[in-house]
């Protein structure tokens, strides 16, 4: 298929849209006693789309809003107005009950894979729980003997032995968890994986081994990304497409190249001097020319 | 103390254990060495579970009761801190040793206003009244960066951003003007553009009051162009220490080679994208079973068979610059 832009020849199918968001908005409520209520609005106008096989990134910095976005998108939330399309159907103001199918093509992974998995469960409980909740739709396709193959091929995907399926979770190490969590979300095997700062507090080695694993899982099940980051550096390795938010707002869509050369807004601008100086202090200290 | 300019304060052969209350103990530290001298800025660069913390702990006696210092010497300005009583200790926290946490949210009260937490510092170990606490405070928020010193001073710390903490957390910790100020990890909670401000912040203060800082990170890139010296820890132990310029530009360990290499590639460059980081393979040991050799043998691309059964002693291939690796001498 013909595509115009200029990227990664296994990319042949960027024609179609996957995720389309317009208008997003979301308020919360701050303050816990009713006099004292303030609505705060968390995000106030973001539109972009993200293409079958593409990896596309939000950035921007704390608190502009870019993890509300990511669980609109999820729908943990749900946004006050603003039209969230996946392949066309609006799901914005979907009820829980007609959202299930939609989850299963929907995963989303958080910073904290500790704090998002139940501390009592083993690894093989972690990843067959998403098979259990969406158990009405799959009518018993999933026995327990299914499940553990299938938990027995993630792991495997992801890198982990499958010997420790049985292990509680807390006997994992951060990397562990971080690619059990994976193996969790692509358990359904979903279309898009939403990846609120994934790869952040991770240590330097840790965050690469993950970041390959998504490039490698992404050409394997022909995944599209979402990614929500505040690391301009690292997502510059990985998106096709970033985004760029200040204060609720998408103030600057563009290709990865377009957008690290030629910045238009000051945000993006502020973003790439943050990542520069320590760039340019390592290029100037390694005395590499890239 | 005529010999203070040289050594300031030097850890010599620090292990320390964790005893859990079921299970074999584990050593975080296993003979550490470092020597800071006054008014360096010193990164401890290592991954989660290396050992750093411990270090920064154990520097200021804060480790908890199940970890126990083993053996070694904790040299602070003549004195063995090991030595010392829970008393003075008291006066020597926060006067002239002080700690700068990973996480403010957790390390501030969350009942009191900022401008009490940092005069609680000040009336703890300065004979000053009232008055002169909250002159002091406001000239301690003004020196950290916030404008309008009057409307933080009376804040809580939840009305505060992330790194508005962190410029609190310290002011508390050089409101007594320290010797040696301690900063374990202190921007990983915090993203890009904050970091830079939070480093340069801490840059400032060395240069105006010749404070010696001990930063921690995992991020190799926070140290670039900030810390004088760095030491590499892998596993418990320091295995290279080198200058800033030395480490980045020609790192000595496979470690520190791997680990730079992986820096100098998230540098911004927006060329191409979709191409592999070069990784390290496979995971630091497990503190409860570290190998007799090596430590980062299993890992190592360019292991030999001597490195499986002996841990490797310090070779110096340049002047100052300690590496543990066979690479360098038998």
Sequence with gaps: MESNLPTNSSIDTWTESLLCVKGLHKQYVRGGLWWKRVPVAAVSGVDFEILRGQTFALVGESGSGKSTVARCVARLEKPDSGRILIQGTDIAQFHWRDLLPFRASIQIVFQDAVTSMNPRFSALEVIEEPLLIQRQRSQGEYTPQNRRDLVRTLMEEVGITPDWMNRSILHFSGGQRQRLALARALALRPQLLVLDEALSGLDLSTQAQIAN???DLQATHSLTYFLISHDLALV????????????????EVGQTQQIVTNPNHVATKKLLASAKPTASNLTALTGEST | MDDSKECFAQVRELTVAYYPENGAPVRALDGVNIELRAGDIVGILGESGCGKSTLASALLRLLPPHARCESGTILFRGRDLLNLSEKQLRALRGLEISLISQDPALSLNPVMTVGSQIGEVLRAHLPIDAQQRRERVTELLQEVGFDRSDEIYSAYPHQLSGGQR?????????????????????????????????????????????????????????????????????????????????????????????????????????????FQFPAIEGESPDPSRIPIGCRFEPRCSERMDICSHSYPREFMPEPSRPVNCFKYGK
């Design chain 1, 213 to 215: 694993l998504l490039l």
């Design chain 1, 236 to 251: 510059a390795r990985l998106a096709d497409v970033i985004g760029v938010m200040s204060r609720g707002q998408t103030v």
């Design chain 2, 166 to 274: 962190q410029r609190i957390a310290i002011a508390q910790a050089i409101a007594c003007r320290p010797a040696l100020l301690i900063a374990d990890e202190p921007t990983s909670k915090l993203d890009a553009t904050l970091q830079a401000e939070i480093v340069a912040l801490l840059s400032q203060i060395r240069k105006q009051h010749g404070t010696t800082i001990l930063v921690i990170s995992h991020d190799p890139a926070l140290f670039a162009g900030f810390a004088d010296r760095i030491a590499v820890m892998y596993a418990g132990r320091i295995i290279e220490v080198g200058s800033s310029a030395e480490i980045f530009g020609r790192p000595l360990h496979p470690y520190t080679q791997a680990l730079v290499r992986i820096a100098a590639s998230s540098v911004v460059t927006g060329s191409s994208t979709r």
